[in-house]
């Protein structure tokens, strides 16, 4: 079966960074050729929401407005890897990381339902 994998989660003090990364089990990106591949997150108690995507090319990237300028979304095809390098971190960015690919021909693709495959989620928690 198809899943993505995400690391990189944990507990960080409010203006720190982390980097999360998301691989694919059971096949490599290079299969994924031509998906989208998208980070969401979800806070206790709320509807999941997207964060980041990247064109296959990484040559695309589309940032939800409460992350712009503070996450930068990228990916190593070589290694079959996506990451979410997330800096200046606020309180409220504490929530479960997905990482997530889409066969869509939209862009950009910041739906749920855009997304076929999902990882299992990396919590991220960041303390005031």
């Known amino acids: 079966q198809v899943q993505l994998v995400e690391s990189g989660g944990g507990l960080v003090q409010a203006g720190g960074s982390l980097r999360l990364s998301c691989g694919a089990s059971?096949?490599?990106?290079?299969?994924?050729?031509?998906?989208?591949v998208g980070w969401f997150r979800q806070a206790r108690g709320k509807e999941r929401e997207f964060v980041a995507v990247?064109?296959?090319?990484?040559?695309?990237?589309y940032y939800a407005d409460a992350v712009k300028g503070r996450f930068t979304i990228s990916r190593d095809n070589a290694k079959s890897t996506v990451y979410l390098q997330m800096n200046s971190l606020k309180p409220e960015d504490t929530a479960v990381y997905y990482c997530?690919?889409?066969?869509?021909?939209?862009?950009?693709?910041?739906?749920?339902?855009?997304?076929?495959?999902w990882g299992q989620g990396t919590q991220v928690t960041v303390s005031s």
């Open positions: 990247i064109s296959w090319t990484g040559s695309s990237t």
């Open positions: 059971g096949r490599t990106f290079g299969s994924f050729s031509g998906y989208f």
């Open positions: 997530a690919a889409s066969g869509t021909r939209t862009w950009p693709p910041s739906r749920t339902y855009d997304y076929a495959y």
